[in-house]
């Protein structure tokens, strides 16, 4: 199971930082990303972290605005979102790919 949390409403230029709470599965052997949908579009990647945190990978929309990281002592991942625009926002999603495991999502609001 994933449990997004810290979505929000916020002005253009802020920050949020979203959570994901994993249960049920070897947590810190498994790849997690963080997906976005906009209304009316697609679901798109905002970024991926390996089970040790060695290898992270980012949308090229990011431009060095998010950070991904995560607690395997918590079995939790983390998107730290700064510098946040209108166009960012979406529903952000968790995923587990090894499980194809979803979360149910955290609206990300940015008012401009």
């Known amino acids: 199971q994933l449990v997004e949390s810290g979505g929000g409403l916020v002005q253009s230029g802020g920050s949020l930082r979203l959570s994901c709470a994993a249960s049920?599965?070897?947590?810190?052997?498994?790849?997690m990303r963080w997906y976005r949908q906009a209304p009316g579009k697609g679901r798109e990647l905002v970024a991926a972290i390996s089970g040790a945190s060695l290898s992270l990978n980012y949308g090229e929309f990011v431009e060095g605005r998010f950070t991904i990281s995560r607690d395997n002592s918590r079995n939790a991942v983390y998107l730290q979102m700064n510098s946040l625009k209108a166009e960012d926002t979406a529903v952000y999603y968790c995923?587990?790919?090894?499980?194809?495991?979803w979360g149910q999502g955290t609206q990300v609001t940015v008012s401009s």
């Open positions: 049920g599965f070897t947590f810190s052997s498994v790849w």
């Open positions: 995923y587990a790919a090894a499980f194809d495991l």
